[in-house]
């Protein structure tokens, strides 16, 4: 029995011009200057604290993170009517499911607006599972994916760890498959360059449809 783990944001959600505006917003806030897709595309990092503090050239620590994100949020869901899914993200979640792979989506979205969201994309019926950010600002995704993972498990004690694959975008999305031991294939097109992607030691692929037949072929 297999299983895709999803991430949300630069995955299955193409939101990358929304959250650079949104970080645009927290550098104008502060005097800083803005920055480009592909600025934020090779600088962005988990946690938070330091992305930030390579932009603004500052301590940020967890209060003015917070009060970052504040306006960030604000800012990001101004915007978000502009937001779509990733041109193949329902062909990939449709192959999945006809292929009897069962999914789920872990996220580092706050989880009070992860759940709405991927029900107002119609997705929510294809995911025996969503998990947002019930935590705090600026985490790694680490515990997340463990407790994800966890989750899973209690649901089918018959799904096991070598059957689960992560699919994401983020350096951080590797990072925490291997945290809960299970699979991981990133995508070239979301949130960081493939150099950057191609240096964890997983899968590379360049479409989201190509990390499903992936899957499939295992």
């Known amino acids: 029995m ?6 949300w944001n630069g995955t299955l ?3 990358l011009p929304i959250v650079v505006e949104a970080v645009n917003a927290c550098l104008r806030s502060q005097g800083a ?5 592909d600025t934020y595309r090779s600088r962005f990092v988990r946690p ?3 992305f930030y503090e390579g932009l603004l050239g500052r301590p940020v620590d967890d209060d003015f993170l917070l009060e970052l994100d504040n306006v960030f949020q604000d800012a990001y869901w101004d915007g978000f009517d502009d937001a779509e899914l990733n041109a193949e993200a329902e062909e990939a979640i449709r192959s999945l499911a006809s292929a009897g792979v069962t999914q789920s989506i872990a996220s580092m979205l706050w989880h009070d607006m992860l759940v709405p969201t991927v029900g107002g994309f119609g997705l ?3 995911m025996v599972a ?16 463990v407790h994800h993972v966890e989750r899973l498990r ?5 799904l096991g760890r070598q059957t689960m694959t992560v699919i ?4 951080d999305d590797a990072g925490a498959a291997r945290a809960a031991d299970v699979g991981c294939v990133l995508y070239d097109g979301g949130s960081q360059p493939r150099q950057l992607l191609e240096g964890q030691g997983v899968p590379v692929v360049d479409s989201l449809l190509e990390a499903a037949l992936l899957v499939i072929s295992r």
Not at 154 to 158: F, I, K, L, T
């Open 168 to 171: 994401g975008d983020l350096v």
């Open 33 to 37: 200057p803005s920055i480009d897709a």
């Open 48 to 50: 938070l604290n330091g």
């Open 130 to 145: 969503l998990d947002g950010n019930r935590g705090t600002v600026g985490e790694s995704k680490d515990q997340h994916m």
């Open 124 to 126: 929510d019926d294809f």
């Open 13 to 15: 959600l193409d939101d």
């Open 154 to 158: 209690r649901m089918y004690p018959e």
């Open 2 to 7: 297999a299983h895709v783990i999803w991430d």
